[in-house]
């Protein structure tokens, strides 16, 4: 069932914990199509990382209130596309986009989602460069990255990686490589810091 009386605002400094907690009870039970489980989701430690990343997007961090109790959230930051030439190609990614398990299903990301693209295309932003599941995302009009010539880091290339021109003939067929913000960098790499943080998390959920 959709939910109609969805509201969808900025995140409040005061919101910070709730988000947090919600982000990890969305992931904690999540699988990926053909990715192992994990044993302890990252997701909202990357919440807490993006928050004092420079290319975080404030504008374009969302919560979702039903009934006056945040269920869902969804954050920006900038990326950039490194062309061939050496010349970088302004854009963003989002995620973790994060709905509580117990109201997953119901249209609540998707109104995050679309609420958030329609802000960032009038905050003037262009595209959005993704990695995300290959049945969900192209309803918003994602398409594989590699139509743009678009390749990882590592010259790589995947189903999961898709973008979306918010502005048509932006990313044009140049080419080039997505470059993230360091959070997504050390979320994924840096393991002393993911354990330390989750110890705090898991410590500060009993003062709840």
């Not at 990890?24 to 053909?34: C, D, M, T």
């Not at 950039?80 to 299903?105: C, E, H, M, N």
């Not at 139509?147 to 990882?152: H, I, K």
């Amino acid at each position: 069932m959709a939910h109609t009386n969805v509201n969808i605002r900025l995140e409040r400094q005061s919101d910070h914990d709730t988000v947090e907690r919600v982000t990890f009870a969305a992931f904690e039970s999540f699988e990926a199509p053909g990715m192992p489980k994990r044993d302890i989701p990252n997701e909202h430690f990357l919440v807490s990382l993006l928050r004092g990343d420079p290319e975080f997007v404030p504008e374009l961090d969302f919560v979702a209130e039903l009934d006056g109790e945040i269920v869902g959230n969804i954050m920006y930051s900038k990326c950039g596309v490194v062309r061939p030439d050496g010349t970088i190609t302004d854009a963003l990614t989002f995620g973790p986009v994060s709905v509580l398990p117990k109201y997953q299903r119901q249209g609540i990301g998707i109104q995050l989602i679309r609420h958030s693209l329609e802000r960032a295309l009038a905050l003037g932003y262009k595209a959005v460069i993704i990695t995300g599941h290959t049945t969900y995302y192209p309803r918003f009009g994602f398409v594989p990255a590699d139509t743009f010539g678009l390749t990882t880091q590592d010259g790589s290339t995947f189903d999961a990686f898709m973008a979306l021109e918010l502005e048509p003939g932006y990313l044009g067929s140049a080419g080039g490589k997505w470059k993230c913000c360091a959070a997504f960098d050390v979320c994924e790499n840096d393991k002393t810091a993911f354990m330390e943080y989750h110890r705090q998390y898991v410590l500060k959920q009993t003062e709840y």
